[in-house]
């Protein structure tokens, strides 16, 4: 029997991030594990940080089941392709939907697509000075962004924290992402305000 000591500068507490697979293309990473700790380690006073970065609003979470079109017309505005389409029932249907809730509206997206979904809030029908949301698959997971659209050149995504109560599922070959946005920033130029009138660009590749 072979039994190890553990080295004098061992960490007090370790926390052990495991995966989870339903199937081929549903699966969660990186989930927080319990917290195994030392015997006489002191308690701990906060929450390890197992990502590196700090745990913020903006930490996406998993949807653990697709959106649905209830709803639509009466509490939220939604567009979808085809016309009508529930992304419940129909693995092909782009569906785009928001719903405002006080000072803030949530956004719901979802289509089939193998590298991206995302719209645009527009001034008008071409693209250029655009409001731009982004949903991207990224080594199997989702990272949403906003950006701004100039022209037809590749998006400028924009890193500060403007979206909160952010969701992805990844699920054969459907990419769903929802988040929530305050209507009014004003502290951030590139973003319009949600209180007035756009055309809308939606987008997938």
Not at 77 to 106: G, H, I, M, Y
Not at 139 to 155: F, K, N, T
Not at 164 to 169: A, T
Request: glycine residues 6%; hydrophobic residues 30%; aromatic residues 12%.
């Amino acid at each position: 029997t072979l039994f190890r000591s553990p080295p004098s500068n061992a960490p007090q507490h370790v926390q052990f991030l495991f995966s989870v697979v339903e199937k081929y293309k549903i699966y969660w990473g990186k989930l927080p594990g319990p917290i195994i700790s030392q015997p006489n380690a002191p308690p701990i006073t906060k929450r390890p940080n197992t990502s590196g970065t700090p745990l913020t609003s903006q930490t996406p979470s998993h949807l653990i089941k697709p959106f649905n079109s209830t709803g639509c017309g009466y509490s939220k505005f939604c567009l979808t392709n085809p016309t009508a389409c529930d992304p419940e029932r129909d693995s092909q249907c782009f569906f785009l939907s928001f719903k405002a809730e006080k000072d803030s509206v949530l956004i719901e997206m979802s289509g089939p697509s193998e590298g991206y979904i995302s719209f645009a809030f527009s001034h008008d029908q071409w693209m250029g000075g655009d409001d731009a949301y982004l949903c991207m698959v990224d080594h199997q997971q989702i990272q949403v962004y906003p950006a701004l659209l100039s022209g037809r050149m590749y998006p400028d995504l924009d890193y500060e924290h403007v979206l909160r109560d952010v969701g992805w599922r990844l699920a054969d070959g459907i990419i769903q992402c929802s988040f929530r946005r305050n209507i009014r920033l004003p502290e951030h130029k590139d973003r319009f305000n949600l209180d007035s009138h756009y055309y809308i660009i939606l987008a997938d590749g």
